[in-house]
């Protein structure tokens, strides 16, 4: 393999410095620094640049010549077409237009603050229609049942309700024991140990219970119904469907969302109970407080009320759920950075929707369920 060298042949004309070999990443790379030094020297003498008897040359090569060049093509050069054209596409490069620095406007905030606000906006609009689909679908079930999609109910039940029995049972149980040893802790201060059954009742069957279910929901069964929407519209699946004449409402967006509803409240009581059960060895080990007993004080602080509250709970919960995943599973343009994008927006989304949820049946069941309440 030829090596890059650098000759100066003096001419009647002045100086030449004729350039040979191969200058490429291979050849060049271990004498960078000599050929600059060596290019640097020689550039202010040279009268012209013989490139004729070069072999070969690669940008890396050609980049240390145009920075010895100055950045411009010398007065003097003669080269080949095929080594100008790598020239050529360094001198394009360098003298690319650079974009223009645009201040920012004094009204960038509020631009800001808009933008965000008409996006908010039609994701509300959009998510209203999709209810109002929702709910014509539901008409036309009720007015025809035998259009029921009851294949799609069955198998989103399946895969939301019965395979997330392990893991919110496991979560229950684990709550359950977390919030009974925390309790005792305090309640062992005062000499109010059988009072850690008012605790883990309520706390567990009103509030604990449901929200906990639906955010483990939200995060596994929520993001698989949008990731499963997004693949469809990247594989137009859904377009196909439309061309077909099928209604994507009624065949993909209402059986998720009747499966949901169904199955969440089935999951909160089923969690409940798994957490009730931790709470209770929880509390014999730490508190002495036997079986027997809880089971019969968790009837009488805990009223009836409060599990209807929690199934109610559960079952707006998995209504909006499942609205939120379809909503943003729907919105998936074709291609995949979209697909992962609404993926996350869809759990975050329907994570807080669930929480806002909770609050506004905390005020308006602030009076009902509650020992002492009237």
């Known amino acids: 393999m030829s090596a890059a060298r650098i000759e100066v042949i003096v001419r009647e004309g002045g100086q030449v410095v004729r350039l040979s070999g191969r200058w490429t990443l ?8 000599v050929l ?44 080949r077409p095929e080594h100008r054209r790598v020239f050529e596409r360094i001198d394009t490069a360098d003298h690319e237009p650079r974009a223009a620095m645009v201040p920012i406007s004094p009204l960038h905030g509020a631009m800001v603050i808009g933008a965000a606000t008409i996006g908010i906006g039609r994701h509300l609009g959009d998510f209203v229609a999709l209810v109002g689909q929702f709910g014509l679908n539901l008409a036309h079930v009720l007015r025809y049942p035998v259009d029921l999609p009851r294949r799609e109910i069955s198998a989103n039940l399946y ?6 029995m392990p893991v919110t049972a496991l979560v229950g149980f684990l ?15 005062f000499g109010a140990d059988i009072f850690i059954v008012n605790i883990i009742g309520l706390g567990l069957v009103r509030e604990l219970g449901p929200v906990l279910v639906a955010i483990l929901v939200a995060g596994r069964s929520g993001s698989a119904m949008t990731a499963q929407l997004g693949v469809m519209r990247v594989t137009e699946e859904i377009d196909a469907l439309a061309t077909m004449g099928v209604s994507r409402g009624l065949r993909l967006v209402f059986p998720k969302v009747v499966a949901l509803t169904v199955a969440l409240p089935l999951l909160v009581l089923w969690s ?36 209807w509250i929690g199934l109610a709970k559960g079952a707006i919960f998995g209504m909006f759920i499942a609205l939120v995943a379809c909503h943003f599973g729907l919105r998936v343009r074709p291609n995949t950075e979209s697909l992962s994008s609404n993926t996350t927006a869809s759990v975050v989304t329907a994570i807080t929707v669930v929480i806002v949820i909770d609050a506004m049946f905390a005020v308006a069941t602030r009076s009902i369920g509650l020992p002492g309440s009237a």
Not at 48 to 74: F, H, N, Q, T, Y
Not at 178 to 187: D, G, N
């Open 36 to 79: 600059s030094k060596e290019l640097g020297r020689v550039s202010d003498l040279a009268g012209s640049w013989d490139c004729l008897e070069l072999e070969a040359i690669d940008s890396a090569g050609a980049v240390l010549l145009w920075r010895a060049w100055k950045r411009a093509w010398p007065a003097r050069l003669s080269i």
């Open 26 to 33: 291979a050849t060049t790379s271990r004498l960078a620094a």
């Open 272 to 307: 409940t109970a798994i957490a009730l059960i931790g709470g209770m060895v929880s509390a014999q080990l730490q508190l002495d407080i036997s079986y027997g007993f809880f089971f019969q004080t968790l009837p009488r602080v805990v009223p009836v009320a409060n599990l």
């Open 175 to 189: 709550i359950g024991v977390v919030l009974s040893y925390l309790s005792a802790l305090q309640l062992k201060q």
């Open 159 to 164: 895969k939301s309700g019965v395979r997330a």
